[in-house]
């Protein structure tokens, strides 16, 4: 079980550092003045937020791994937006100021969203399909001592709850109400 959170943070941490990568192959388009901030944020949106977020609907979200995505978001759009200047002196962008910009729609309300979509594709999966069977399966042996590891399908549920999402059960069944709940996701700040 170790290995697969250490291989979860291993690999958000590889999609974070694939991302710098798409950034710094695209730089010249994200510096350049002749585009305007919302061209380059779409350009962000479309070419280095699905290389970071990749699989990314499978991940187990800890703290650790929160803050590694928004720090990088930050960092990116530090670089592609500037500084700003005011009475005479350059300062960077605050939090907030980034959070405005990008319409509260950070890279983690990104992932549980998505996280969301894939949880109601896999609830509504035949029992026969391999998918569904891992996902149901219950190892044989015993967990070991201590408290238990946090698993992908508590990230969700909690997502659900705090979304406050009745009968979600029956819900998820239902594309079209699934959907709903999903595009709510994006909108709502967790």
Not at 9 to 28: F, S
Not at 65 to 75: D, G
Request: charge should be positive.
């Amino acid at each position: 079980m170790k290995d697969i959170l250490h291989h979860v943070a291993g690999n958000a941490k590889e999609r974070v550092a694939l991302g710098t990568k798409a950034y710094y192959a695209n730089q010249k388009f994200f510096k350049s003045r002749l585009i305007t901030k919302s061209s380059k944020l779409k350009l962000s949106g479309t070419v280095i937020r699905p290389i970071v977020t990749y699989a990314s609907e499978t991940w187990v979200l800890k703290e650790t791994i929160i803050q590694k995505l928004l720090v990088f978001e930050r960092k990116i759009l530090r670089r592609m937006i500037g500084p700003r200047k005011e009475n005479k002196i350059w300062r960077i962008k605050t939090k907030e100021e980034l959070d405005k910009l990008i319409k509260h729609n950070n890279v983690v309300i990104y992932v549980k969203a998505q996280r969301l979509s894939w949880f109601g594709h896999v609830q509504r999966m035949p029992c026969t399909r391999t998918v569904r069977k891992i996902f149901k399966w219950n190892p044989l042996n015993k967990r070991s001592q201590g408290r238990p590891k946090y698993r992908w399908e508590d990230n969700v549920k909690q997502d659900i709850c705090q979304m406050k999402v009745k009968s979600w059960i029956t819900c998820v069944q239902d594309r079209e109400k699934w959907k709903d709940v999903v595009e709510k996701a994006i909108t709502c700040n967790h």
